[in-house]
């Protein structure tokens, strides 16, 4: 392969086989299509690393940073599916990226559309969520390297064993897109009520 540009290359050009080209531009349900592209993702760079072909460092930012917006997207998407069941508006936080303050309004949202949910697994889930926070509280530290003041994002030394992450996230991701298939079910069943009542 190349490692120059040529004369006449496009990045939307038609490649020589079908089979890799990606269909771009989401449903009304983006949160759902983006959310589980960027865990796809970061699921085949991490089963590169244990397959030897890539080295974690090479990738272990990229891999983060893929998780994060996965967990990011997905609360995003409940808080909206949640809203929606509780006022019937639509509506998430759109002006910042703070995991925290995503999962306390989502949490919420999760326990009054499944009262019976088992806290355990919710407090779970929340201890990882807080974890990711932690490293990166405000979606800067795994895509750039220092702050707009110039304070480095990350505490030097900081591991991440891509298996482990790989296999946590897989389980929120469990949780997450489960609650979310339920609340979208909740909502669909709400509207086939309202329909009925006409």
């Avoid at 800067?140 to 992450?165: A, C, H, I, M, P």
């Avoid at 296999?167 to 609340?183: H, K, Q, S, T």
Wanted: a negative charge.
């Amino acid at each position: 392969m190349s490692s120059w540009p040529k004369v006449g290359d496009s990045i939307l050009a038609a490649g020589s086989e079908w089979e890799t080209d990606a269909l771009l531009g989401a449903a009304h349900d983006w949160f759902i299509s983006y959310a589980v592209s960027y865990k796809t993702a970061a699921d085949a760079v991490v089963e590169s690393v244990e397959a030897k072909r890539v080295s974690p460092d090479s990738v272990g930012y990229a891999v983060c940073f893929l998780y994060r917006h996965y967990v990011e997207l997905m609360l995003k998407g409940l808080i909206s599916v949640g809203n929606m069941l509780q006022t019937r508006r639509c509506g998430f936080p759109a002006g910042h990226h703070r995991i925290q303050d995503l999962w306390h309004q989502c949490r919420t949202l999760i326990e009054a559309a499944c009262p019976e949910g088992e806290k355990a697994d919710t407090d779970s889930v929340e201890k990882c969520l807080q974890e990711l926070h932690a490293i990166d509280p405000h979606g800067e530290s795994f895509r750039f390297g220092e702050y707009k003041d110039g304070n480095s994002t990350l505490v030097d030394g900081t591991q991440v064993n891509l298996t482990n992450l790989r296999d946590v996230m897989n389980r929120i991701a469990g949780f997450l897109e489960g609650n979310y298939d339920w609340m979208y079910e909740l909502l669909q069943y709400q509207a086939d009520m309202d329909s009925d009542s006409f």
